[in-house]
């Protein structure tokens, strides 16, 4: 337990803080010192480094000392404090009745043992590095928060470069919920010692088993557990619970080209035809002699809004009103395209007969 040094304080406040150090639960400091549940807590959150936890005794996540003694508190107090531990009507500063016998002191769980304590949201940074890039509308899920409150914690770690402040390892789309939902303190597990790669294992894991990550997202942090930390598609699926052909099947993506990457990553690609590339790709780095450009390519559509018949196209097919046919590139159906491309073919067929000879 760390004190630090005294400083004036009113003996109310030293008598709180005295008793909340020591491992009281804040309904027992509120009969002793006759404050609010809610001043008591207003207290705990002034408190540099303080927790509450949920078995509503404060903890300091990260320190090896124990609970810091804030400034100003008086020894006597703390004495006192202690002492209520065995001998709960003995020292009194209330009257004019000495309060019931305070039960066994209880030890706090350190904060690697998994308690869930509340924590400032203000001190909660997501993680840099997360798998899931995008979180998605979180709207409804703000509105459930405000009703219901966050149900299952965020999981954390402590900061690596900030004092006092964490980072998310599990529940990105949650803590942005909680922003949302303009809380203040949120439920959360702190987690000490974590390495990178159990980080990444963590938040690969939540996601993958809620279909949370799109499949470049989970390519890609395979690729990171493989490339940065050495592991094999073998250890990737003992760490995430999947079968080894599917981390393969999934490592596999990360061998196409950075644009058809992205055109799976945006849902404009299937993820099967996308495998079928890969494998071409490497059936003909197998047999060819010479090199090219790396990475397996998937050949852009023609028909597009950039075509330049485009525009004569989707009017024809408006004013034919084909609304129920297919469309190639969103723009018109077949039969338009080929009305206006073979309307051109004639426009400069007539043009070439028509120009003077050499």
Same mark, same amino acid.
């Not at 000495?98 to 997501?126: R, S």
């Not at 597990?189 to 894991?205: C, F, K, N, T, Y």
């Not at 999934?250 to 590339?277: C, Q």
């Given at each position: 337990?760390?004190?630090?040094?005294?400083? $004036?304080?009113?003996?109310?406040?030293? +008598?709180?803080?005295?008793?909340?150090?020591?491992?009281?639960?804040?309904?027992?400091?509120?009969?002793?010192?006759?404050?609010?549940?809610?001043?008591?807590? *207003?207290?705990?959150?002034?408190?540099? #480094?303080?927790?509450?936890?949920?078995?509503?005794?404060?903890?300091?996540? #990260?320190?090896?000392?124990?609970?810091?003694?804030?400034?100003?508190?008086?020894? $006597?107090?703390?004495?006192?404090?202690? @002492? =209520?531990?065995?001998?709960?009507?003995? *020292?009194?500063?209330?009257?004019?009745?000495?309060?019931?016998?305070?039960?066994?002191?209880?030890?706090?769980?350190?904060?690697?043992?998994?308690?869930?304590?509340?924590?400032?949201?203000?001190?909660?940074?997501? /993680?840099?590095?997360?798998?899931?890039?995008?979180?998605?509308?979180?709207?409804?899920?703000?509105?459930?928060?405000?009703?219901?409150?966050?149900?299952?914690?965020?999981?954390?770690r402590p900061h690596p470069t900030l004092e006092g402040d964490y980072e998310t390892i599990a529940g990105h789309r949650r803590h942005v919920a909680c922003i949302e939902a303009g809380l203040a303190l949120v439920p959360c597990?702190?987690?000490?010692?974590?390495?990178?790669? !159990?980080?990444?294992?963590?938040?690969?894991?939540?996601?993958? /088993? +809620? +279909? &949370?990550?799109?499949?470049?997202e989970r390519a890609e942090a395979f690729g990171r557990l493989r490339d940065e930390y050495g592991y094999s598609a073998a250890q990737i699926a003992e760490r995430t619970g999947l079968t080894s052909s599917t981390v393969s099947?999934?490592?596999?993506? =990360?061998?196409?080209?950075? @644009?058809?990457?992205?055109?799976?990553?945006?849902?404009?690609?299937?993820? #099967?035809? $996308?495998? @079928? =590339?890969?494998?071409?790709?490497?059936?003909?780095?197998?047999?060819?002699? #010479?090199? &090219?450009?790396?990475?397996?390519?998937?050949?852009?559509?023609?028909?597009?809004?950039?075509? !330049?018949?485009?525009?004569?196209?989707? *009017?024809?097919?408006?004013?034919?009103?084909?609304?129920?046919?297919?469309?190639?590139?969103?723009?018109?159906?077949?039969?338009?395209?080929?009305?206006?491309?073979?309307?051109?073919?004639?426009?400069?067929? $007539?043009?070439?007969?028509?120009?003077?000879?050499?």
């Open positions: 337990m760390t004190t630090t040094s005294t400083t $004036a304080m009113q003996p109310s406040m030293s +008598r709180a803080l005295a008793l909340l150090a020591t491992g009281h639960t804040i309904q027992r400091v509120s009969e002793l010192v006759d404050w609010p549940l809610g001043s008591i807590r *207003a207290l705990i959150n002034g408190q540099r #480094g303080w927790l509450l936890g949920t078995d509503d005794r404060v903890s300091c996540p #990260g320190s090896t000392n124990g609970v810091t003694i804030p400034a100003g508190v008086d020894p $006597a107090h703390l004495e006192w404090a202690r @002492k =209520l531990h065995q001998q709960p009507a003995a *020292a009194q500063f209330r009257e004019p009745e000495p309060p019931p016998p305070a039960p066994p002191a209880k030890q706090t769980p350190a904060p690697d043992e998994l308690t869930v304590v509340m924590v400032p949201l203000d001190k909660i940074h997501a /993680h840099p590095r997360n798998v899931r890039a995008d979180v998605g509308d979180v709207t409804e899920f703000a509105d459930s928060i405000r009703t219901h409150g966050l149900l299952q914690p965020l999981t954390l597990v702190i987690r000490l010692d974590v390495s990178d790669a !159990a980080v990444l294992e963590m938040m690969i894991v939540e996601n993958v /088993h +809620r +279909r &949370g990550l799109n499949p470049i099947t999934t490592l596999a993506l =990360l061998d196409l080209a950075p @644009k058809t990457r992205e055109r799976v990553r945006r849902g404009e690609l299937k993820v #099967g035809d $996308a495998l @079928k =590339l890969v494998r071409r790709h490497r059936a003909k780095q197998r047999t060819a002699t #010479g090199g &090219g450009a790396p990475g397996a390519t998937w050949e852009p559509d023609h028909f597009t809004d950039s075509h !330049a018949l485009a525009r004569k196209a989707r *009017a024809l097919c408006q004013a034919r009103e084909h609304t129920s046919r297919r469309h190639l590139g969103n723009v018109a159906c077949g039969q338009c395209w080929e009305t206006v491309i073979r309307g051109d073919e004639r426009i400069v067929v $007539a043009a070439e007969q028509e120009a003077p000879g050499d």
